[in-house]
């Protein structure tokens, strides 16, 4: 069974930064994409981030453009999100999520890691 295991978590000061990782662990798995998704208190998740683990193309939400970047260490089968410019409104849970080959959507979740971004 895939496990992801986010890391990296924490509270911040407007403007800062912070760096989440995501590490898959568990029998070999063939990945077609890995991605970032978060949830604000109240809210429903969004999709910030993902990247084709094939070629390392990456796709972003507007709102994190220029801000965050996904990047990965493909051998460690682990996907980052570097996290700058931090704004209360990126205050949330923010899960990692695998989607296999094969499968039509995410298909394996972390558990969340809580970023809170406030003064």
């Known amino acids: 069974q895939v496990q992801l295991v986010e890391s990296g978590g924490g509270q911040v000061q407007p403007g800062g930064s912070l760096k989440l990782s995501c590490a898959a662990s568990?029998?070999?798995?063939?990945?077609?994409?890995m991605a970032w998704f978060r949830q604000a208190p109240g809210k429903e998740r969004e999709f910030v981030a993902r990247?084709?683990?094939?070629?390392?193309?990456?796709y972003y939400a507007d709102f994190v453009k220029g801000r965050f970047t996904i990047s990965r260490a493909k051998s460690m089968n682990t996907v980052y999100l570097q996290m700058n410019s931090l704004k209360p409104e990126d205050t949330g849970v923010y899960y990692c999520?695998?989607?296999?080959?094969?499968?039509?959507?995410?298909?394996?979740w972390g558990q969340g890691t809580q970023i809170t971004v406030s003064s």
């Open positions: 990247m084709r683990w094939s070629n390392g193309e990456t």
């Open positions: 568990g029998r070999p798995f063939n990945t077609y994409a």
């Open positions: 999520a695998a989607q296999l080959v094969g499968a039509s959507t995410y298909n394996r």
